[in-house]
């Protein structure tokens, strides 16, 4: 098994432009999480899915972002417009019974 | 979600056992200990977790008081690939509203040659 998928693995991008991060779970697990970690505030659940359907997105921090379960292998996060602060390695994660959770290699954005 | 409480850091040295503690007062009785790691620009990696009983896999042993208001990780052989931040979290084992891991600072641990 080729584990989490995450792409891409680094994106730079300028103030105001949208980004797209993607992940691709690991098959046959139902949930997904997104997480962001940055120095100040340590590694933050944003938002998660169960059978493609959001359960909790109380993390997401604004009207920015969003993010979307089409079908039970595809995962985006969006943020429009970015912003510098929303400078962070932000990681996905797929379980199976909602126990041990497996984590992507995580996509390092950097927002200028 | 009871909260956890761990020191900052500490060091071992390659190939003794580490032994890493966690504080967790308030634990309800129906909360789970788990223990995550992360290495150095990886994303977390999934340890272990227990109720009430010890429980040891390949890659540790974990060791819950009889009170179950602490806990400790071991990692009985250390290597210099252990070093890390590691995570002790406390949480409902069952789905839906409860899925979701809350991670603190974790405890940084440094193995030496």
């Known amino acids: 098994d080729a584990g989490v998928i995450q792409s891409p693995r680094h994106e730079v991008t300028e103030m105001g432009q949208e980004v797209t991060l993607r992940c691709k779970p690991i098959s046959g697990h139902d949930y997904l999480f997104w997480y962001r970690q940055t120095m100040m505030r340590g590694l933050e659940l944003l938002i998660y899915f169960n059978n493609n359907v959001p359960i909790d997105d109380s993390g997401m921090p604004e009207d920015r972002f969003s993010a979307k379960m089409p079908n039970a292998s595809f995962s985006t996060l969006k943020i429009q417009p970015s912003e510098p602060r929303d400078s962070a390695v932000y990681f996905c994660?797929?379980?199976?019974?909602?126990?041990?959770?497996?984590f992507g290699p995580g996509t390092r954005l950097t927002v200028l | 979600d009871a909260k956890t409480t761990q020191p900052t850091s500490m060091d071992c040295a390659e190939g003794r056992a580490a032994n890493l503690p966690c504080n967790h007062s308030t634990i309800s009785g129906n909360e789970y200990v788990y223990w995550y790691r992360q290495i150095h620009s990886q994303g977390p990696q999934y340890i272990i977790h227990g109720l009430k009983n010890n429980e040891t896999n390949e890659m540790a042993s974990l060791i819950i008081t009889e009170d179950r208001k602490s806990s400790t990780l071991i990692l009985p052989h250390a290597t210099l690939r252990d070093t890390a931040v590691y995570y002790c979290i406390v949480r409902v084992a069952i789905g839906g509203a409860n899925s979701k891991l809350t991670f603190g600072k974790g405890i940084t641990l440094s193995v030496r040659p």
């Open positions: 994660a797929s379980s199976a019974t909602s126990l041990e959770q497996f």
